[in-house]
């Protein structure tokens, strides 16, 4: 059966890109279809094609469905910027009902493995009234949580994790990224956080230099092939 998760993160910088790419790529070296999507993204770049962002472009280098890039990333603002602001500064009006739209044409696809990764954390604003949560809420997905392991990071978590329920929505499973090598006393926080947080630690990913997809997959291949995710992603 296909299966579709929701990621989010503690914060900005978790590394959720880094996360959701190489979990793209262990299904896909599987044997999975798979297929990703970054609904609203700041920071983008103008090439000859428009503007486009690298987070955006990494998550298609590890999907196997090819769409037209409008359909991957369809609000892309140049501004490194909270994306409300961004979409105010150029007239965009972000809406859940357009980001739930666009995103059920990606699930429409159906990839064997489908992921729609978040801006930001997990209450990040897209407009006056509205929250990306909402949108996660709207699509009803269960949620992948990207850790980012440093310092303040089990406040973060635990909130985070809150939040998530308290929305309704499935918390699958998290991540322990190690975003800070020099985080101080690394193995007790993440031992704190796989005891208070009752969802599955899917890997525990170190600090990496050079955070390549191929790499960072090979944390996820025991537990892709263990399928420990196999009854909440099913669409």
């Not at 914060?11 to 959720?16: E, P, V």
């Not at 979990?23 to 090439?47: D, F, H, I, N, Y």
């Not at 909270?82 to 739209?101: F, K, M, S």
């Not at 729609?116 to 604003?125: C, F």
């Amino acid at each position: 059966m296909p299966q579709a998760y929701f990621i989010t993160g503690t914060d900005t910088d978790a590394g959720k890109t880094t996360i959701t790419a190489g979990l793209l790529c262990a299904a896909k070296q599987q044997g999975r279809t798979t297929l990703a999507m970054k609904p609203v993204a700041s920071g983008c770049e103008m090439t000859p094609q428009g503007l486009r962002n690298s987070d955006a472009l990494a998550l298609i280098a590890q999907s196997t469905v090819q769409l037209p890039y409008s359909q991957i990333n369809p609000y892309a603002f140049a501004p490194a910027i909270a994306p409300h602001i961004a979409a105010q500064e150029v007239g965009v009006e972000l809406r859940v009902t357009d980001l739930y739209q666009a995103a059920q044409t990606l699930l429409h696809e159906r990839a064997d493995f489908t992921l729609i990764e978040g801006a930001g954390g997990w209450r990040v604003p897209i407009s006056a009234n509205e929250y990306l949560s909402d949108f996660a809420i709207a699509l009803n997905l269960p949620v992948i949580l990207v850790v980012g392991v440093k310092l303040g990071c089990i406040n973060h978590a635990l909130l985070t994790v809150e939040a998530i329920r308290s929305d309704g929505l499935e918390l699958a499973g998290w991540v322990a990224n190690v975003v800070d090598p020099d985080c101080a006393r690394l193995a007790e926080n993440i031992e704190f956080l796989k005891q208070h947080i009752s969802a599955p630690c899917l890997a525990t990913v170190p600090h990496l230099e050079a955070a390549t997809a191929e790499h960072i997959a090979e944390f996820f291949q025991e537990f892709l092939g263990a399928d420990k995710l196999k009854s909440s992603g099913n669409m």
